[in-house]
C-alpha cells in the first residue's frame, strides 16, 4: 500500500470517528410513555379463544380419538399478553402441539410452531385475524 493510501484511510477513519463523537449528544434524552390501561382478558376467555381455532379443535379431537391425554393451559400472563401451550400429555413427557400468545388490546394471535388455515398448514410466526 503506498503512503497517499495510508493517509487518505486514516484521514477517512479519523472523519468517521470525529464525526460519531461530535454528532453524540451532550445529554440524556428521557421520554415519558404513558401508562396504558390494558384490556384485561381471564384465562378462561383466552383457553376458550384457542379452543376454538380450527387447528386446534382438529388436534384435540384426533388426540381423543386415539385416546391420547391432551392439555390446553395458560403458561404465563404478562402486560396484557398470555401465552397458552397446547400439547399431549405422555406419562414422562410432553410433546407440544403450539404455544399460542394472546394480545388482549390488539387480539391479535401469534404461533411459535406453525400457523394453520382451518386445518391446513400455511407456515410459521404469522398472525391470526383479530379474534376479540
Known sequence: MT???VIIYT???LIVFLGGYLLKPSHE????????????LS??????IIKN???VK?????????SQKTFVEVRSKERGVITVQVAEDHPDHTATFNWYILDSTTG?????????????????NDSYPNCN
Open 43 to 48: 384465562d378462561e376467555k383466552a383457553l376458550e
Open 53 to 55: 381455532l380450527p387447528e
Open 29 to 40: 434524552v428521557k421520554v415519558s410513555t404513558p401508562q396504558v390501561q390494558l384490556k384485561q
Open 58 to 66: 382438529d388436534f384435540l379431537q384426533r388426540m381423543d380419538k386415539a
Open 3 to 5: 503512503n497517499k493510501k
Open 11 to 13: 484521514i477517512l477513519l
Open 108 to 124: 391479535v394471535i401469534k404461533c411459535s410452531f406453525a400457523n394453520y388455515e382451518g386445518t391446513r398448514y400455511v407456515g410459521n
